[in-house]
């Protein structure tokens, strides 16, 4: 029987184990959306997992969505994200970048020269977003236009091409959680009736071609995407979520990707599984569950169900959780107060088990 603590092969990228690191939002960017010394520090502590997965990383200036959030955009954070993938990998880690346009989730006041959050659709969310002024209503967003909507596929390939230059084994496309590739597969936010939207299968055409078109710049093997079907966060309203993702998952099936990642954000288990069975390659789940993922869930590698899993506030408290997994505990609790922005408190001082 397969368990979480055996290797796998990655589409030629050899781990160590079938646990992931989630990406998780930490908000502790530098100087012009640049990692610094305390987020190699953060990521090289958690490379005992198979595979590490970056926290969001915006693609453009107006790809970002929350203050203090790293980019892979300019020349000066390609040359930051090298000293995170040099110190992962001399760890013997595989890290892969998360790259995440915000789309709507944002706000003017995060962004320079006038520039304002954009969408498949002018379709305001509902609720606010955290700023360095404080928290604010979210706007109504800019429709991209044809020809935006190409540039923005652009920037996701120059990301990407960028990612692999600094160093990283991959990327991971963030299709979920309510953001802009999110936001065009769901029907209450792409209300279009071009060829982007106006159906299960055209609303899934932006996805789409922006995973072929990293997956053509960067190599399929290096190319993934995140999705969570039916995931209400961030004013997201799916009903019936089964058809456009079944569409999706069929069209990006021939690419061979290094894999797909589900998070379950609703109790829909017959979804993944459906999903599992027309997607051939590698799948990682983030489970769904009450609280965070637990130290019980990986039964799903057991099960068959998926070929790794992710975690995210567990392994965000414990920096070397594939040890602590397989000794059964203890575990470190998360603190939520220091889960977004500040120092190194509640980001790189949680104690290994050999340091308690």
């Known amino acids: 029987m397969t368990t979480v603590f055996d290797p796998i092969d990655l589409s030629g990228t050899p781990l160590a184990n079938r646990i992931a690191l989630a990406p998780m939002t930490r908000s502790r960017a530098g100087e012009g959306g640049t990692a610094t010394e305390l987020t190699a520090t953060y990521y090289a502590q958690r490379a005992s997992a198979g595979l590490v997965i970056t926290e969001g990383i915006q693609p453009s200036v107006v790809g970002q969505g929350y203050p203090s959030t790293p980019g892979l955009h300019s020349a000066e954070q390609v040359a930051s994200w090298r000293t995170v993938t040099d110190a992962v990998h001399a760890r013997g880690g595989r890290i892969f970048a998360q790259i995440m346009h915000a789309g709507r989730i944002g706000h003017p006041v995060l962004l320079p020269d006038g520039l304002t959050p954009v969408s498949a659709s002018p379709v ?128 990006i099936e021939p690419l061979g990707l290094a894999y797909l990642h589900i998070l379950e954000a609703t109790p829909i288990r017959e979804l993944t599984l459906a999903l599992r069975k027309a997607f051939s390659g590698t799948l990682v789940i983030n489970v769904h569950s009450e609280g965070p993922t637990g130290p019980g869930d990986h039964t799903v590698i057991d099960d ?52 308690v």
């Open 124 to 251: 305001k969310a509902e609720g606010q977003v955290y700023t360095h002024v404080g928290p604010k209503d979210f706007v109504e967003p800019h429709e991209l236009t044809d020809a935006e909507v190409r540039a923005t596929v652009a920037d996701f390939v120059t990301a990407s091409r960028n990612a692999v230059e600094a160093g990283f084994d991959g990327v991971e496309l963030h299709g979920a959680n309510g953001y802009l590739i999110h936001q065009f597969l769901a029907p209450n936010t792409n209300l279009r009736t071009d060829a982007w939207g106006g159906s299960d299968e055209a609303r899934t055409r932006f996805a789409v071609e922006v995973v072929e078109a990293v997956a053509a710049e960067i190599g399929p093997e290096r190319t993934a995407l995140r999705i969570s079907p039916g995931n209400p966060y961030n004013d997201i309203d799916e009903p019936a979520p089964e058809a456009t993702y079944t569409a999706l998952v069929r069209a």
């Open 304 to 355: 068959g169900i998926a070929d790794l899993i992710s975690y995210g506030a567990l392994f965000l408290a414990n920096p070397d959780l594939p040890a602590r997994l397989k000794a059964g505990g203890p575990f470190n609790t998360p603190d939520p107060s220091t889960f977004f922005g500040g120092d190194a408190k509640g980001y790189t001082d949680y104690p290994a088990l050999d340091a």
